[in-house]
């Protein structure tokens, strides 16, 4: 195949991809997608706050232990993040979720602080796993190992 014909190619799948795209924005009511994305990130703020703070716990590296060696499944560190996800949805104007979640967050009365729901949940988030990996490293370091 030449330079030619595969340039040409290229500018097809250019246009079709910048075709759909345009089409897709005109038509497409972005409004539906507002709910999506606050679920992402309700997903993600916490989660990186969980990580981040087993990061510096394990003092801003990973080993090659804390990969290969680690635990299939961290509980403190996993209901850190389900804290720091619930708290999220707790704090967001309007709740978000299922009906059954909403009526509960409804019933609960929002604090309506003001600040937004990803702050608080990546804090909450952050410090709760902070203490959960504090924890867990000093039991292993004082644990003898398996022989």
């Known amino acids: 195949m030449t330079?030619?014909?595969?340039?040409?190619?290229?500018?097809?799948?250019?246009?079709?991809?910048?075709?759909?795209?345009?089409?897709g924005a005109l038509t497409i009511e972005l409004r539906t997608y507002e709910s999506f994305l606050l679920l992402l990130g309700s997903f993600f703020v916490p989660l990186f706050g969980v990580l981040l703070a087993d990061w510096l716990v394990a003092g801003m590296r990973y080993r090659q232990s804390d990969i290969f060696s680690a635990p299939a499944y961290r509980?403190?560190?996993?209901?850190?993040?389900?804290?720091?996800?619930?708290?999220?949805?707790?704090?967001?104007?309007?709740?978000?979720?299922?009906?059954?979640?909403?009526?509960?967050?409804?019933e609960t009365r929002q604090p309506g602080v003001g600040i937004g729901a990803s702050l608080p949940s990546f804090a909450a988030a952050f410090c709760l796993a902070t203490i959960a990996a504090s924890v867990t490293r000093r039991r292993s370091a004082v644990a003898p190992y398996p022989s």
């Open 3 to 23: 330079a030619r014909v595969a340039n040409r190619r290229i500018r097809l799948l250019i246009a079709l991809f910048a075709a759909t795209a345009t089409i």
């Open 75 to 106: 509980p403190a560190l996993i209901a850190s993040w389900l804290i720091g996800f619930a708290l999220y949805h707790w704090l967001h104007e309007p709740p978000l979720g299922p009906s059954w979640w909403v009526d509960i967050v409804e």
